[in-house]
């Protein structure tokens, strides 16, 4: 049976947020994008002479966390690898259904979902991350809500609760994103701080203050918002091509998309309201029935929020963490672009 006898695969594609080009992505582009140099170069001329190319970045010799991690480089190198991620998925064997993104992975979505072209959504990320990372704006912190199995954990969740309804602006929190099993809650620094004294230590990494991150997804980013506004006309966005799934679960068609309508959610409230992107993943699944979720790098951390997210509505049979691991091994249905093996169930050949 030949490859074109073979009926597509129906795919939703997620992208990834910030946090995920890491010690162990160093190299991302070279090892999988060679072949897309003019794509990489292009972005690269879209630098400002006083920084690095991403391409400089991606290929040093050692991993630094002050200039790897630092949102005007981080930003826009994530944004390299994962829309280079989008454009290398085979065809023939994959009929993408919608996009979607966890936080920063918005902006990433609305390029490969065509909202943007890929020099606009390379702009977009970075001046947003040069926006966000202009002013002392707090930062997020990490926490779980369900147990190892990933079954929602009431005990846990009620922990968070307290700090989520702190009316002393030095200890309120927000919450950011909704990821799965966790949440993002985000807050100014000293309210992160705080969290982070008062939150019950629990599977031996949590509370996790996330380094490097501002309060995204909060009224904290309210000046942010404005200057993005400011910056980014309506005639800069356009109707996607394909399906976009936005944090708050709303379905962007291409014929149904008013440009207007879409700035305004991506500079208002997708900056300063929470991103579910829980909620993203399940409408994405239920609306448009996916064969697998295909995840781009770099990295491969939302994985487990997606999992996670799928178990709270046992999407297909799927209740917990074994459940989920037992379904990867017999029909696979997330593929992660950062992880080798599934990577090349991916991407074509040739």
């Known amino acids: 049976m030949t490859r074109a006898s073979v009926s597509k695969q129906r795919a939703l594609v997620i992208c990834p947020g910030r946090g995920t080009y890491n010690r162990s992505e160093l190299g991302y582009l070279s090892r999988y994008h060679s072949k897309q140099k003019a794509l990489l170069d292009d972005f690269d001329d879209l630098r400002q002479d006083n ?83 202009a002013a002392d704006l707090g930062g997020q912190l990490l926490y779980p809500n369900v147990d190892d199995d990933w079954r929602f954990d009431p005990t846990l969740d009620a922990r ?110 997708q900056v300063c309201e929470t991103y579910d992107f829980s909620t993203a993943v399940l409408t994405a699944v239920k609306e448009f029935a996916p064969d697998v979720i295909i995840l781009t790098g770099p990295g491969s951390t939302m994985g487990g929020a997606v999992a996670q997210a799928l178990i709270t509505d046992s999407w297909q049979n799927i209740r917990s963490k074994q459940d989920f691991i037992q379904r990867q091994k017999e029909a696979p249905i997330v593929l992660a672009m950062g992880i080798d093996e599934q990577r090349q169930q991916v991407v074509s050949a040739s």
């Open 51 to 133: 920084q690095p190319r991403i391409q400089e970045l991606d290929s040093a010799a050692q991993f630094s966390a002050k200039l790897h991690l630092h949102a005007d480089n981080a930003a826009p190198l994530i944004y390299s690898c994962a829309f280079a991620d989008f454009q290398a998925i085979d065809h023939d064997r994959f009929d993408i259904v919608g996009v979607t993104g966890n936080s920063m992975g918005w902006y990433i979505a609305l390029a490969c979902a065509g909202a943007l072209d890929a020099r606009r959504g390379f702009q977009l990320v970075s001046d947003m991350a040069s926006i966000t990372n």
């Open 160 to 269: 968070m609760k307290p700090l989520l309804a702190e009316t002393d602006s030095n200890k309120k929190l927000y919450t950011s994103i909704r990821f799965g099993g966790y949440q993002v809650l985000a807050g100014t620094t000293a309210a992160i701080q705080n969290a982070a004294a008062v939150l019950p230590p629990t599977q031996d990494r949590y509370p996790l203050v996330l380094s490097g991150h501002s309060a995204f997804h909060t009224p904290l980013m309210a000046e942010a918002s404005t200057q993005a506004l400011q910056r980014f006309s309506p005639e800069f966005f356009t109707a996607p091509s394909l399906p976009m799934i936005d944090g708050r679960g709303h379905i962007w068609q291409p014929l149904g998309t008013d440009r207007t309508a879409l700035r305004e959610y991506t500079l208002v409230h």
